[in-house]
């Protein structure tokens, strides 16, 4: 009981800080600077780490796939499973899930410091709402990151595959013959469709760790607690709005 | 330097009048959960006055300039801060309000000179360039100038507390709050802090609560005193009147013996 009160006032918060930072939507051009540095952090920040494992999603996805379709003969569509499989399911909750570890934890982790320290309450006294300078632009970044994070994701896990169904003997795929399959019954609903989920996981863990962050309360030690909260709610907001999402899409963009 | 004026102060960033504040505590209470930490408190601080509030370690005076501000909501009674209850956000807006917190409470993130430059800036109260000269004037009055590019982590905890002090000047507040403001300070910046907060009030008309266990700035500067003990205000008067009392427990409090044949803390075991 205690638990599903304390599950329905976060989802209360969140909501709440959300309507807030929308409402000084119009703020966002005079904040370019703290917009612009947010990108550069999550973009920063991920990149790297986005781009290697996705290389090797794509590359075990080959793998995998071309050593089971290679016994009955399909192994020409490697590139289609790799292709959608990363279009659509695997780069965005990649990306997602690296972002609820590396951007998630940091936002909590930095605005439940400065709770903790009492500069969110300096910000109160100084009428300079939280929700516009520290969770608008954050929001904002995340918009503009996620797009292009998962973009990468898909080219680099692409690659990949193409890469590991060339070298390996058993299978031996040329990549005109990969790319050719993955074009042939990729569509571009099929990218979008992804991108869209990513969207909505990075929107969701930025502003779930942005609510956790400055609902800390206690000494430093409450810091910590709130980083594996935020990274723990946001996992599992990525896995159960990605069922919700997919059948979503689906009945939209059959 | 805007003239002084007897009722009223000039923003120097609107050329605005703006006019001193009044705050008055109504019977507040402030419970955390069984633990009672303001019983019924009530004083009020008229406009441009210089209020002290002291009392020992624990007794609620950081609680108190919380519910002043309306950070925290109080468990019953109320804050009006000129005339408007202080938890509803809207006073805020009206009036402009500074703490200094006991901790400085500085944007670890931010460098000095961007910690105070941050309220003129969101506020969009002045040019970068009228903002420059306001931040190194208030830099210069705590004397610490060189310290503009330095971050919180790189100063001391009396620097701390005094570029806190200075950001709260820069806010230039109609109601400003102290908490504790020469408690880490050696008696010079003691006395110089002092003298900073009674020069606020002759030049700007800024009404100001001074939490303080300084005695010598109380004694000197206060336009009143409370004295808070567990919760309560035992005492609200002139510095005259406070130093005439004959109330055991005050004199005891501004005078502590250090008592080696009889200490405090035997006699509380026994
Ligand atoms: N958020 C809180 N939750 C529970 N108890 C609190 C909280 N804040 C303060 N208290 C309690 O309220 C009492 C008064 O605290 P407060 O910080 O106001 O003391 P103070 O008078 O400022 O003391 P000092 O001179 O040492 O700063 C303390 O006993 C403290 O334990
Ligand atoms: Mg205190």
């Not at chain 1, 379709?69 to 780069?91: C, N, P, Y």
């Not at chain 2, 709260?168 to 002092?194: F, G, K, R």
Request: proline share 5%; with cysteine.
């Amino acid at each position: 009981m205690k638990q599903i009160t304390a599950i329905l006032v976060g989802f209360g918060s969140t909501i709440q800080l959300l309507v807030r930072a929308l409402s000084y939507t119009a703020t966002l051009p005079r904040q370019w600077a703290r917009f612009i540095e947010q990108c550069y952090l999550i973009g920063y920040t991920t990149l790297p780490i986005v781009a290697i494992l996705s290389f090797f999603i794509g590359s075990v996805l080959a793998l995998q796939a071309g050593y089971s379709m290679a016994d009955f003969g399909a192994k020409e569509f490697i590139g289609t499973l790799v292709g959608l499989s990363m279009a659509r399911e695997l780069g965005p909750v990649m990306v997602a899930i690296l972002v609820a570890g590396r951007v998630g934890s940091a936002i909590a982790a930095e605005l439940a410091s400065m709770k903790v320290y009492q500069e969110i309450d300096v910000l109160e006294t100084m009428n300079i709402p939280p929700a516009r300078m520290l969770v608008l632009p954050r929001l904002a970044a995340i918009l503009v990151m996620m797009p292009v994070l998962a973009i990468i994701a898909d080219l680099v896990g692409w690659y990949g595959g193409a890469i590991v169904a060339k070298y390996t003997h058993a299978i031996a795929i040329d990549p005109e013959t990969y790319f050719a399959a993955l074009r042939h019954f990729m569509k571009f609903k099929d990218v979008v469709n992804g991108l869209m989920k990513a969207e909505v996981f990075g929107f969701g863990v930025v502003l779930v760790s942005c609510n956790i962050g400055l609902n800390t309360s206690g000494g430093p030690r409450e810091v910590g607690a709130s980083v594996t909260k935020a990274v723990v709610v946001s996992l599992i907001l990525i896995l159960v709005a990605d069922y919700f999402i997919t059948d979503v899409l689906q009945q939209i963009f059959p | 330097m805007p003239s002084p004026s007897s009722s009223a102060t000039r923003n120097p960033f609107t050329e605005a009048e703006t006019p001193a504040v009044g705050v008055a505590l109504e019977h507040l209470v402030k419970d955390f959960g069984s633990h009672k930490v303001l019983k019924d408190v009530s004083f009020a601080v008229s406009p441009g006055e210089i209020f002290v509030l002291m009392g020992p370690s624990g007794s609620g005076k950081s609680v108190l300039l919380k519910q002043i501000v309306g950070l925290e909501a109080p468990t019953s009674g109320r804050v009006l801060v000129d005339g408007r209850d202080a938890i509803d956000p809207a006073t805020r807006e009206q009036v402009r309000m500074a703490l200094v917190f006991q901790s400085g409470a500085l944007f670890n993130s931010l460098s000095v000179y961007d910690n105070l430059a941050l309220y003129p800036r969101e506020h969009r109260v002045a040019s970068e360039a009228a903002i420059r000269e306001k931040v190194m004037r208030a830099l210069q009055i705590i004397s610490l100038e060189d310290t503009a590019d330095k971050f919180p982590s790189e100063l001391s905890g009396g620097m701390k507390k005094r570029v806190a002090i200075a950001r709260a000047l820069v806010m230039e507040p109609q109601l400003m709050l102290y908490d504790e403001p020469t408690s880490e300070l050696d008696p010079v910046t003691s006395a110089s802090i002092s003298e900073i907060i009674a020069t606020l009030r002759e030049e700007y008309h800024v009404t100001t609560i001074v939490v303080s266990h300084d005695r010598d700035l109380a004694l000197n500067i206060a336009d009143c005193i409370g004295l808070l003990i567990g919760g309560e205000l035992i005492f609200n008067g002139t510095p005259a009147e406070l130093r005439a009392s004959k109330d055991p427990v005050i004199t005891d409090f501004l005078n502590p013996k250090i008592d080696l044949k009889n200490p405090r803390f035997k006699k509380l075991a026994t």
